[in-house]
Each structure stands twice: as C-alpha cells, then as structure tokens.
Antibody, heavy 118, light 111 residues
Framework: EVLLVESGGGLVNPGGSLTLSCAAS????????MAWVRQAPGKGLEWVGR??????????DYAAPVKGRFSIVRDDSKNMVYLHLNSLKTEDTAVYYC?????????WGRGTRVTVSS | DIVMTQSPDSLSVSLGERATINCKSSQNIYYSSKNKSYLAWYQQKPGQSPKLLLY???TRKSGVPDRFSGSGSGTNFTLTITNLQAEDVAVYYCQHFYGTPLFGPGTKVDI
C-alpha cells in the first residue's frame, strides 16, 4: 500500500521559512518522481513543484508563484522528500500535499497545514 | 501559458442520475507523438485528500467504479458520472499534466 505522510506544517511569520517533510512507503521510491500540491483555504488545487528521480537527472521544476522561494529535495536513502519554503507570504497559506507522479498525481498524502500570518 | 477552465462551477444531481462536467484547455493538450491527451480527473471528497480517477482523458485508475467515464481530446473534455451515488458528492478537478501541470478550478457535485 502506498503511504505518504507529510509533516512540518505550522504557523510562521511573513518572510519566514519552513521545511515540510514527506515520508514515503509502499512503492519503489528511487524510481518515482515526487511532487507537492497545495490548497489554500476554501480554494482549488495548485501544483507547486516536483523532483525527478535520479535516473531522470533528479532535477526540479516549480510553479511560477513559488519559483526562487521554494525548493524540493529528496533523500533516497530515507525515502523522504522535502519542501523548503522561504520568503513566505500570506498567500502561501495552504494545506500542502505530497504526491507521487511525473505530472500525474497518482497518490496523495493527507497534507500538512501551513499558515503564514503575523 | 495554458489555462484550464471547468463548467459548471457546481451542480446538483439526484441519486441515480447522471452528472456531466466539462473541462476546457486553452491549448491543445493532445500530443500526437504520444497519441494521448494529457488530461486527468481527480475527486476530492469533503475533508479528504484528492484522488486520481482517470488519466489520458479516459483511462480509469484501477479500482475506480465504471460509472466514472471520461471523454474528449484536444481542448475539450468531459467527465461523466452515471448512476450517481451519495458517496460521489465531491469536488472534481481536471488537470493537464504535460510540462508544468495545471489544475482546473473545480466543479462541486452535490445531491
């Protein structure tokens, strides 16, 4: 069974930083592309970014609103993927989901909530 | 940039009836080199994480009931739910997943 468990969310001041973690199990993590999707309160889904597997060069892609502020890193030895959030803005307030898939989001975690507020 | 739109924003359907949701892409998302449309549908029930229902516009993910079907190609796509059940109350999102993925705004289905 595929399991994705996000953690690390919380309340942070505008301009602050946070790191979200995603623990993955139930599939061959080293072969998977991993992505993050967020959902602001009462709003729709917004793709944030992804990291390819090492065999496909391990590079990252980001959505325009977060490019240069967010970064995704993976640790294949731990089956973990991380989302580093920097220079946070109030509009980054959302539930952040970890997903599996190259572009398609095949499996989803339960999400972790990030609130950016002073 | 590609823009995804959905219609209607919401719809109310009786139990056992049909729900039809439309999704439109501002650009053709059929890629002849792959012979596929890079369009997926997701279901998000209240209080839950989204789940993948269909991909390549019409291929159901394993375990998804066959009352969910997808059609379309190019720029216009449709999700049809036949024989609507109470557990189908949800928000449905389309997504193009070629290049930089993008979700549609969602369509809320209730009874």
């Amino acid at each position: 069974e595929v399991l994705l468990v996000e953690s690390g969310g919380g309340l942070v001041n505008p301009g602050g930083s946070l790191t979200l973690s995603c623990a993955a199990s139930g599939f061959t993590f080293t072969k998977a592309w991993m992505a993050w999707v967020r959902q602001a309160p009462g709003k729709g889904l917004e793709w944030v970014g992804r990291i390819k597997n090492k065999a496909d060069d391990g590079t990252t892609d980001y959505a325009a609103p977060v490019k240069g502020r967010f970064s995704i890193v993976r640790d294949d030895s731990k089956n973990m993927v991380y989302l580093h959030l920097n220079s946070l803005k109030t509009e980054d307030t959302a539930v952040y989901y970890c997903t599996v898939g190259a572009g398609l989001c095949d499996y989803w975690g339960r999400g972790t909530r990030v609130t950016v507020s002073s | 940039d590609i823009v995804m739109t959905q219609s209607p924003d919401s719809l109310s359907v009786s139990l056992g009836e049909r729900a039809t949701i439309n999704c439109k892409s501002s650009q053709n998302i059929y890629y002849s080199s792959k012979n596929k449309s890079y369009l997926a549908w997701y279901q998000q029930k209240p209080g839950q994480s989204p789940k993948l229902l269909l991909y390549w516009a019409s291929t159901r993910k394993s375990g998804v009931p066959d009352r969910f079907s997808g059609s379309g190609s190019g720029t216009n796509f449709t999700l049809t739910i036949t024989n609507l059940q109470a557990e189908d109350v949800a928000v449905y999102y389309c997504q193009h997943f070629y290049g930089t993925p993008l979700f549609g705004p969602g369509t809320k289905v209730d009874i």
